[in-house]
């Protein structure tokens, strides 16, 4: 059966990178959303005044890979006790966020970080907003499987490679033929 995740947890170019490479996930999309301007575009969003979190929206299988788990990795791969801050990148637009589509996903967004919370993974406490989702635009087109095309850059080899070795490390049970660890 497949459902429809939408998660903001910093630079979008990050976590598509690693949602991409997760068993049972069909489509992962960059774009905007939980904002107000209607069809924003990277610069209006980078500005900060729109509202928007650059976010991804996930196609997955749930009997693959259920909402549960995609949470969990959401959290173990991103900082989710800092305002608006993701590494060195600052503003609302990195702001980490559940925009959950059903009242199940929500119901399953605050127990996760319950159990996250009590497990002690974090020193500070999670500030993940959990919104009603509304509305996503997709990212303009040279945002798509930026990693993928631009691996050898400065910013994904310093920032997403070691973003995906934790992913490959932590979850390679979970992960695609060809981008598991050998």
Not at 33 to 59: F, K, L, M, R, S
Not at 106 to 123: C, F, G, L, P, Q
Not at 159 to 170: A, C, D, F
Request: charged content about 25%.
């Amino acid at each position: 059966m497949s459902e429809i995740a939408t998660l903001a947890g910093g630079c979008f170019w990050c976590t598509e990178a690693l949602f991409m490479r997760l068993n049972g996930v069909s489509k992962v999309e960059s774009g905007y959303t939980g904002g107000n301007t209607p069809h924003p575009t990277y610069e209006d969003v980078c500005e900060g005044t729109t509202g928007h979190a650059e976010a991804i929206q996930i196609e997955f299988d749930r009997q693959v890979i259920p909402y549960e788990k995609i949470l969990e990795i959401f959290f173990h791969t991103h900082n989710p006790t800092t305002l608006n801050l993701q590494g060195a990148d600052r503003g609302t637009q990195y702001r980490s966020a559940i925009f959950y589509h059903t009242e199940a996903q929500k119901i399953t967004a605050n127990r996760v970080i319950k159990e996250i919370e009590k497990e002690k993974v974090y020193d500070n406490p999670i500030i993940t907003e959990i919104v009603d989702f509304k509305k996503f635009y997709p990212a303009e087109d040279y945002h798509k499987k930026y990693f993928d095309r631009n691996s050898a850059a400065p910013y994904c080899n310093a920032i997403i490679g070691p973003k995906i070795h934790k992913l490959l490390n932590l979850y390679n049970k979970n992960i695609k033929e060809g981008y598991k660890l050998k």
